[in-house]
């Protein structure tokens, strides 16, 4: 609003605002007015310095179109640190890995000195697309060949990687080597390695974790839940729900929530929403669909 307030006193906006501007759309999703900006940053031949790139690269990126993203950070010629961070992270959050470690490539080779936030998009984007090997060798060379600390996010990254491959036994390993104690993300990504790949005991250590650091997390006994089920052992599903329904005044789960946009509208949409004013139309689609999964089964 600040910004449409500038432009209608007809204020000349310099590379701090229109990049604050950028980052807003890009927290928002509106894809609309962020390419308004880059549209008026064309049209008036404003030069396109690390601050816009970087703002342009971050607003592309997650607004889901990670092509554009890319030919922005292409045709840049002023880039610094956080310009590539941005790319790599976009990269990240799009699964897409190989080209993750190509930008990596490309940094060093324009001398760029990484910091934890481009390892972290490494490391998120070699998980997404199961580059093991890759990400264990850049996590090893952290400190000893890139001279940058290995904090506690790092450490979590490396166990979801490990966890989602199914090498539950080297997460735990991951865990218990690391100089610090792990927290909800860690354990959570050990988690859902056990949940995906079936180990019982690991998750039910994992489950214990989360449990003490954060009691009210009531995710935990929904994915426990899951792990005995497929595990066929109807006992503990039934304890598990069991200790769900005894403890629901203290057990919050966060509500699943996406937003589309639609006609220049941003619309959000949370699960088991009752309050929002469409919401008797809303549920009426939505039983439509699910009808027409179960007629086309």
Not at 52 to 81: P, R
Not at 225 to 238: G, H, I, K, L, T
Request: glycine share 10%; charged share 20%.
């Amino acid at each position: 609003r600040l910004f449409d307030q500038m432009m209608g006193l007809e204020l000349q906006p310099d590379s701090v605002a229109l990049a604050s501007a950028l980052s807003a759309c890009a927290q928002l999703g509106d894809m609309e007015r962020g390419k308004n900006i880059h549209d008026y940053i064309r049209q008036n031949g404003i030069p396109l310095n690390s601050f816009l790139a970087t703002g342009l690269v971050d607003f592309y990126a997650k607004c889901g179109c990670i092509e554009i993203a890319m030919e922005v950070f292409d045709s840049s010629t002023s880039k610094n640190l956080f310009t590539w961070n941005a790319m790599l992270v976009g990269l990240a959050m799009h699964g897409r890995g190989q080209l993750c470690l190509h930008y990596f490539s490309r940094m060093m080779e324009a001398r760029v000195q990484p910091d934890g936030v481009s390892f972290l998009g490494v490391l998120v984007g070699c998980s997404h697309a199961g580059l093991v090997n890759k990400a264990q060798k850049l996590f090893d060379e952290m400190e000893s060949v890139y001279g940058v600390h290995r904090e506690l996010k790092h450490y979590g990254c490396m166990v979801d990687l490990l966890g989602r491959a199914g090498l539950i036994k080297e997460a735990m390993e991951m865990i218990r080597s690391m100089p610090m104690g792990g927290d909800v993300y860690v354990w959570g990504g050990l988690l859902g390695g056990c949940r995906i790949h079936g180990n019982v005991e690991i998750a039910k250590e994992a489950a214990e974790n989360v449990m003490k650091i954060k009691p009210d997390d009531g995710g935990v006994y929904s994915i426990m839940a899951n792990v005995y089920a497929n595990a066929e052992q109807w006992d503990d599903v039934e304890n598990m729900r069991r200790s769900l329904g005894d403890n629901k005044r203290v057990i919050k789960k966060n509500a699943g929530c996406s937003l589309i946009r639609l006609d220049g509208i941003t619309h959000e949409f949370v699960a088991g929403d009752s309050l929002h004013p469409q919401t008797d139309e809303i549920y009426f689609i939505l039983n439509g669909i699910e009808k027409h999964q179960f007629e086309a089964y």
